[in-house]
């Protein structure tokens, strides 16, 4: 019995590593001879990174700057030829000192940073894993860390974060690193534009602290840098500004498109990048997962980019929650769905060891109840 299990993370419990390990455990000590195969996958957020590393890049330590300037040690991914730099862990949420929210303060800057230390690598490639940013900054914070230079009405330079989009009058690109060799790729799970009702500040600024007024603030300030840009260098600005996940890590996706990049979808690029249809060859069964199944989860989520590919394979998805009925789990290809919700009355999100548990538990579960019908 040979079983393919590729789950996301649980975010705020477990890494998809520690899932994937969790239901191979229970796997094992139901049946010792499973042929369990981990690989744990990432559409672009927080855990690219790791993913990349366990699937075989090397890890490379940079100290960057967290979204507020406190400076701290995080790793990108190499493998020789492409680079895997994620938001997350450099300027993101889960830098923030203290996990207390900056929508203002907030900078890219550490991704920019990341990328001028993965290019001293000469890579063919960097991807940038746009999910879990701390900041709406439209980018400018990478752009001032690869050389990019904004200053204000009296020519004074502009610390790059979301206060000062509002401020900037001038963008000097002269002294900007040479990123000719490299392609840029953008990973994003998201399709939102950069300004506007269903833009970065709008949809995404209350989750990163922003209030009504700060929101106006900021979607104001992404909309006046996208006209200095067009006046500085960047005459397709405004085209880019209305490109699919511009708005993504808080317009981090539009800088990147100002870089030259391309934007592309989360789910399909990693499971391309981890290898998963050479994984699955000769599996009988497919395990994945991720924190909730849901409406979203039909929206190109890396859930059902999994079952889609892995058919006519059997899909099986573990979930913190499931909230999607058989008739939706058939749509997608998901033979089954099992949620921790099912299991216990107790929180789950919190607890990475009542997660890992109960993990262990439904990896038993399934090679018990699959076991006859796969022999």
Do not use: W
């Not at 900054?137 to 050389?147: E, V």
């Not at 989750?207 to 397709?236: I, N, Y």
């Amino acid at each position: 019995m040979k079983i393919l299990v590729a789950p996301d993370k649980f975010k705020g419990s477990l890494t998809a590593l520690e899932v994937a390990k969790s239901v191979c455990r229970g796997m094992l000590s139901a049946e010792p001879s499973v042929d369990c195969v981990l690989l744990p996958l990432a559409d672009g957020g927080d855990g690219s990174v790791d993913a990349a590393i366990t699937a075989g890049f090397r890890s490379v330590e940079v100290t960057v700057d967290g979204p507020t300037g406190v400076p701290h040690t995080t790793t990108f991914a190499f493998d020789g030829e492409t680079a895997v730099v994620e938001v997350a862990s450099t300027c993101g949420l889960a830098a923030l000192p203290d996990g207390r929210l900056e929508p203002l303060r907030s900078s890219s800057y550490g991704v920019g940073q990341a990328i001028r230390a993965a290019l001293e690598l000469h890579p063919d490639r960097i991807v940038v894993a746009l999910g879990g940013s701390a900041s709406t900054d439209g980018g400018i914070g990478m752009l001032a860390a690869l050389g990019a230079l904004f200053t204000g009405r009296d020519g004074t330079t502009l610390r790059a974060d979301g206060s000062a989009l509002g401020s900037i009058e001038g963008i000097d690109t002269s002294a900007m690193v040479d990123l000719r060799g490299a392609t840029i790729l953008a990973v994003s799970d998201v399709t939102n534009p950069l300004t506007g009702s269903a833009g970065a500040a709008a949809v995404f600024g209350p989750q990163k602290g922003a209030t009504s007024v700060e929101v106006t603030r900021l979607d104001e300030g992404l909309l006046a840098l996208v006209d200095r840009a067009g006046r500085s260098g960047f005459p397709d600005a405004s085209a880019l500004a209305t490109t699919p996940g511009a708005g993504s890590a808080g317009g981090v996706g539009f800088g990147c498109l100002l870089l030259g990049g391309t934007i592309v979808s989360g789910a399909d690029f990693f499971l391309d990048l981890l290898g998963f249809d050479e994984h699955l060859i000769g599996c009988d069964l497919v395990v994945t997962g991720e924190g909730s199944l849901d409406d979203q989860t039909a929206s190109g989520k890396l859930v059902a980019r999994v079952a889609e590919r892995a058919a006519p394979t059997a899909v099986i998805a573990v979930a913190g929650r499931v909230s999607i009925d058989a008739s939706g789990l058939e749509a997608l290809g998901i033979s089954r769905a099992i949620g921790l919700s099912q299991l216990t009355a107790e929180p789950t999100a919190s607890d990475p060891a009542l997660t890992g548990r109960l993990l262990e538990e439904i990896g038993r579960m399934i090679v018990l109840e699959q076991g006859v019908k796969l022999r």
